[in-house]
């Protein structure tokens, strides 16, 4: 082959072009675009019915391991980020661009050029269209009331062959409804792009007293990290409660500390954030924050001592006596439950503060416990210390345990082990009697001879407990008996500059969409002709939307021109 | 097709000429005092502040003072230079006015009614004024409904107005015991709860049938498509069946608003929202009434005559839409708004934000092909149809199947 036969085979520009244009004349057409929106959609569904960015655990417990391979793979658990979804997005942006890349000089033309002049045949095809037939008279006198009546109007006219045209528009400018609100759409979407990859959004836990400055947050499957560059301290957080217990507001009080320096103290709540140097920070959420936490340890080794322990949330607690570890997971200042049967007008109690906390121990079944430092109080009634009790380690099957005994009272706890050891050393025959006995002794043991007041509904809790706590497999029980509490503040940092331009295309967008659906473009012809000794005029009008309402209108400026036609028909017979 | 029958009784004197222009400056003017005295009236604006501002001498005055001010201008202007033609604006907006004020003074009357401030309690709402109000509103819109569905079968004139008068004797009540709600937020806790009624499921069921039948009256006032009626309402019917469910399982309840919800967002994000759905719902009812004409016509049944042209049905669709898409948009931004202040991003592909974008698709896709691919007929009148299912799903199945940040809608 010798180069020039290489030179004649090379596509050449123009050819290059041929080729592009189809494939421009795809990427912009209507087609691609309704294609495009309906896979977006369904795919969006996707999406929704998956819960995404979850515990890839739990993922893997959902599906089974080659379900959750296969959505692994195709990333539907981060499905609006994964690169298919992101080049649906891209494309629709390039079906955009090509979309008004093509329309846009040709609406510019149309809107600028009218013709005046319009075609017999067209006007056949309209379907209001109206002739009256006058007397022979100067032009100016048909012209001048129809412009009069034509206000408001644009009104253009040109002679041609003899023959006078009349052209009225209104809204000739609709097409900048199509052009805005096809922009619009790209311009958010570029917003949305810089969003995702100059800007930043995660989250930080500040504990009450302590300062922060890193965010961390999920990209895919993986929790990243990001430095601030300054810190965030809180100072305070305070949650408000309405009188059912439902929560009112969630307020922290920060300090901003930038190199260095305090430079900004401020509240925040939810709905209201704090802008600093870009950054917008959110109240997103709170917890505790490390309380410190004090047990009693009620021992069941018969001794009836009552130990004690201290440890903060999120730590371990180790009793290098007995090998007990207690994980404090979670501390709650308050549990408002309603208390109310079902059916009944609601009853919302506080059932005071509790602390989660999982019991592990040579020879023992791991369990995690909520216990609450008050007792429960039904009707007025003490009926003992309770705890929530889940065996399997799940929170979601806490069970509730009365212990029978009120533990906050010390005395009560020993008059039980006083109890439970006159009650072994009693005859076991007639159980009645021997419980009546063991129990007066005991009450002897304690108080000696001060019965105190309450001591039947004490006597009822005591021999209840003997039901419930000698089966418990654990050395010791441990109860909340005190709290230091501190919270964490639940903080969303984040940085956006993207956002403006996607209210700038937002606004856009819904301008045009008002000049796209509410302004169409009416047009008018009125053509005057010499015909059978007189003048001829034609009254013809098309809209391109909204027949329904043209046609009224086009009804009403008949009537309006029929007073003056009717003043013309006579012609000038003065 | 009937153009609009002037009729020129007294009280249509009111909506014409130099009655209508005065009267619209002087609501504009009211309007105009409760900005001024939301700006510079007490001491800071704080929203339950405001309102009882609003209800008390301070309002009386501020909005007293405006409404004077601008009907008094406005007579001022029309002695000095007489307007011959009526201008759009004052005669499309004051019969809007009319209707809000008069479901204002509804709600007022209704107010003493209200059982005093020991009976009524949080735990016990039983005894609130409000729930009568619905549930005459409840009856009114069946009985409408079922008028229209009558007036198929036997196209009297007297069936048809009942249709329209229970229609908008309905819009009222219903209007009326919202506004009655937000009163009675207050009622209880100390007023510490008070709240616009447009936070749970069950009061923004009741402003989508206030919205689906406003719509649709209008459609019915200026095309005379009365037919429409039986589909529409149908809907509506069906909509407060579901709506007495919520109320027997306890969703009626006035409950405070968490801490997300505490934003002047709400008010705007809520019916803007409920517009969109409101449109759709009446595009859904002309879509059905164009596919079953088109069924009646095949079986040259006589009842086709009762409904209005397939044209006008397919256009009545696309207006409504038309009202719809831009207003569901509108409210989409607003809600991007919202998010981005309560929650640090515009966008978070939450599930309901998701299926909002999903129906936002579904209409755009549907004024594409009709825009520029010119389709009509029965392909979109489909189109309207399942839009409408797909709107159920993003405005009650997302709340009931999908868990996501717009909990606070959620059905237990």
Redesign the interface.
């Given at each position: 082959m010798t180069w020039k036969k290489e030179l004649v085979m090379m596509p050449r520009m123009s050819q290059f072009t041929n080729f592009l244009k189809p494939v421009l004349l795809r990427l912009g057409s209507?087609t691609l675009?309704?294609s495009l929106?309906?896979v977006?959609?369904l795919a969006?569904?996707i999406?929704?019915?998956l819960?995404?960015n979850q515990d890839q655990s739990d993922y893997l417990q959902q599906f089974g391991p080659i379900w959750y391979w296969v959505f692994r793979a195709l990333g539907l658990f981060d499905m609006?980020h994964t690169w298919w979804f992101l080049s649906l997005l891209g494309f629709l942006m390039l079906s955009l661009s090509v979309c008004l890349y093509r329309n846009v000089p040709r609406f510019l033309k149309e809107m600028r050029t009218k013709k005046v002049p319009v075609s017999d045949s067209a006007i056949k095809h309209m379907e209001l269209v109206h002739h009256w037939q006058l007397a022979e008279q100067p032009l100016e006198k048909i012209i001048s009331p129809i412009k009069n009546q034509l206000k408001e109007w644009t009104i253009r006219s040109e002679e041609r062959n003899g023959i006078t045209y009349l052209r009225a528009d209104k809204g000739h400018y609709h097409k900048w409804g199509y052009i805005c609100v096809h922009s619009a759409m790209l311009i958010i979407l570029i917003g949305?792009w810089m969003?995702v990859h100059y800007g930043f959004?995660g989250n930080m836990q500040v504990p009450v007293g302590a300062e922060e400055h890193e965010i961390s947050f999920l990209q895919g499957t993986s929790t990243k990290s990001l430095v601030m560059p300054f810190y965030v301290r809180c100072n305070d957080f305070s949650i408000d409660f309405?009188?059912?217990g439902?929560?009112?507001?969630?307020k922290s009080n920060l300090t901003i500390i930038d190199g260095g320096k305090e430079v900004l103290t401020s509240d925040i709540?939810?709905?209201?954030?704090l802008y600093y140097k870009g950054v917008?920070i959110?109240q997103?959420s709170f917890g505790d924050g490390g309380s410190n936490i004090h047990f009693k340890l009620m021992k069941l080794d018969g001794t009836g001592d009552i130990d004690t322990a201290e440890a903060k949330v999120y730590t371990t607690y180790k009793d290098e006596k007995t090998g007990i570890t207690l994980e404090l997971t979670d501390f709650r200042p308050h549990n408002v439950e309603n208390m109310a049967e079902k059916d009944q007008?609601?009853?919302f109690q506080d059932l005071g503060a509790s602390v989660d906390y999982i019991m592990r121990g040579p020879g023992l079944k791991p369990v995690k416990i909520r216990s609450f430092i008050d007792p429960f109080i039904l009707d007025g009634e003490n009926r003992g210390t309770f705890m929530s009790v889940s065996f399997s380690g799940d929170a979601k099957e806490f069970k509730p345990m009365a212990l029978g005994l009120d533990m906050s009272n010390p005395k009560e706890w020993q008059l039980f082990q006083r109890f439970i050891i006159r009650l072994a050393a009693t005859d076991l025959k007639h159980p009645k009697k021997a419980n009546m006995q063991a129990f007066k002794l005991a009450m002897a043991d304690v108080f000696g001879a001060n019965r105190p007041d309450n001591f039947q509904a004490m006597a009822m809790r005591v021999i209840q407990a003997v039901q419930i706590i000698p089966r418990l497999p654990w050395p010791y029980i441990p109860i909340l008996d005190d709290y230091d509490q501190k919270y964490y503040t639940g903080l969303?940092?984040?940085q956006?500059p993207g956002?403006n331009v996607?209210?700038s295309g937002?606004a856009l967008?819904?301008f045009g969409?008002?000049i796209?659906?509410?302004i169409s473009h009416r047009k008018l012809w009125i053509i005057i002709r010499h015909e059978n000794d007189g003048m001829k005029v034609t009254l013809a009008g098309v809209s391109n939307?909204?027949?329904?309402n043209f046609?009224?209108e086009f009804?009403a400026i008949l009537t309006s021109f029929e007073n003056d036609m009717e003043q013309l028909k006579q012609g000038d017979k003065l | 097709?009937n153009?609009n029958v002037e009729s020129t009784g007294m009280i249509s004197q009111l909506y014409q000429g130099r009655p209508a222009f005065v009267r619209y400056w002087g609501y504009i003017g009211l309007i105009l005092g409760a900005v001024g005295l939301a700006l510079f009236g007490g001491d800071g604006y704080t929203e339950n502040g405001y309102i009882f501002q609003l209800v008390g001498k301070d309002g009386f005055m501020w909005l007293g003072t405006g409404a004077l001010m601008g009907s008094g201008l406005s007579i001022a202007y029309q002695t000095m230079r007489p307007v011959t033609k009526d201008s759009w604006i004052p005669q499309t907006m004051v019969p809007w006015f009319d209707v809000a004020a008069f479901m204002i003074i509804l709600m007022a009357i209704f107010t003493l009614f209200e059982p005093t401030a020991e009976q009524v309690s949080?735990?016990?709402q039983s005894s609130l004024f409000a729930a009568h109000v619905i549930m005459t509103m409840n009856v009114l819109f069946i009985f409408s409904s079922v008028s229209y569905i009558a007036y198929l079968f036997a196209p009297e004139s007297f069936i048809g107005k009942l249709a329209t008068w229970t229609a908008w004797a309905g819009v009222y009540a219903g209007g009326s015991a919202l506004l009655l709600r937000w009163y009675e937020s207050y009622l209880f806790?100390d007023g510490?709860?008070g709240h616009a009624p447009v936070s749970n499921i069950y009061e923004v069921f009741i402003l989508l049938f206030c919205i689906i039948t406003i719509i649709y009256l209008q459609w019915e006032k200026r095309?005379d498509a009365k037919a429409m009626g039986a589909f529409v309402m149908v809907l509506v019917a069906a909509g407060v069946f579901f709506a007495i469910w919520l109320e027997s399982v306890g969703q009626a309840e006035i409950?405070?608003l968490?801490?997300?919800l505490?934003?002047y967002?709400m008010k705007i994000h809520v019916p803007m929202n409920f517009v969109g759905y409101g449109s759709f719902a009446v595009a859904c009812g002309a879509g059905m009434a164009y596919l079953t004409r088109m069924w009646l016509e095949t079986r040259d049944s006589k009842m086709v005559k009762v409904f209005p042209s397939l044209e006008?049905l397919d256009?009545l669709a696309y207006?409504s839409v038309?009202v719809g898409?831009?207003a569901f948009?509108?409210a989409t931004?607003l809600g991007?708004?919202w998010a981005?202040?309560?929650?640090?991003?515009?966008?978070s592909?939450d599930?309901k934000e998701?299926?909002a974008?999903?129906v936002w698709?579904?209409y755009?896709?549907y004024?594409?092909?009709r825009?520029?691919?010119g389709w009509h007929g029965k392909t979109l009148a489909w189109w309207t149809v399942i839009g409408f299912l797909v709107t159920v799903f993003c405005f009650l199945g997302?709340n009931m199947y999908?868990?996501g940040l717009h909990s606070y809608g959620h059905l237990s």
């Open positions: 209507m675009a309704i929106l309906t977006l959609a969006s569904v999406g929704t019915v819960l995404q609006y949305g969003s959004r309405y009188p059912n439902m929560p009112k507001e969630f709540i939810v709905n209201e954030p917008r959110y997103a007008p609601k009853d969303q940092l984040a956006d956002m996607v209210w937002s967008l819904v969409l008002c796209m659906l509410y939307r909204n027949p329904l046609k009224r009804k | 097709m153009v949080y735990e016990d806790m510490e709860i095309y409950k405070p968490v801490p997300a505490q934003s967002w006008q256009q207006k038309a898409f831009p948009t509108l931004i991007a708004a981005a202040e309560a929650w640090g991003g515009y966008w592909w599930p998701t299926w974008l999903i698709l579904t755009g896709a004024l594409h092909v825009i520029s691919h997302v999908l868990a």
